[in-house]
């Protein structure tokens, strides 16, 4: 599946003439025990070893593409998780210099 990237330029231009605000939607999403996607993308940010402006870069990342997708067996809820995906690691590359 194509997903557009979420970046200010295209999120303002989508607003405009659509009048959907793709980033405030998907940072306002809420995770799995509260705290919001961001929260969710720092807490991914810190198991994979990054800190400081590299985690919060990661994180706004990952707010932008994380969808919902079912628990683990054994687990109750629902877990977000990003896509593994060509556009998804671009801008992980392009935003934070991040290779995945």
């Given at each position: 599946m194509w997903q557009a990237q979420s970046t200010p330029a295209y999120?303002?231009?989508?607003?405009?003439t659509c009048e959907v605000d793709r980033l405030s939607a998907s940072s306002a999403k809420p995770a799995a025990g509260g705290g919001g996607l961001q929260a969710a993308g720092r807490n991914a940010a810190k198991r994979l070893g990054y800190e400081g402006d590299k985690a919060n870069c990661y994180a706004r990342v990952f707010a932008t593409y994380a969808a919902q997708a079912p628990a683990q067996p054994g687990d109750r809820g629902t877990r977000w998780?990003?896509?593994?995906?060509?556009?998804?690691?671009?801008?992980?590359?392009?935003?934070?210099?991040?290779?995945?």
């Open positions: 999120n303002s231009e989508m607003l405009r998780a990003a896509p593994v995906s060509n556009s998804y690691k671009q801008e992980l590359w392009s935003t934070c210099q991040i290779s995945r």
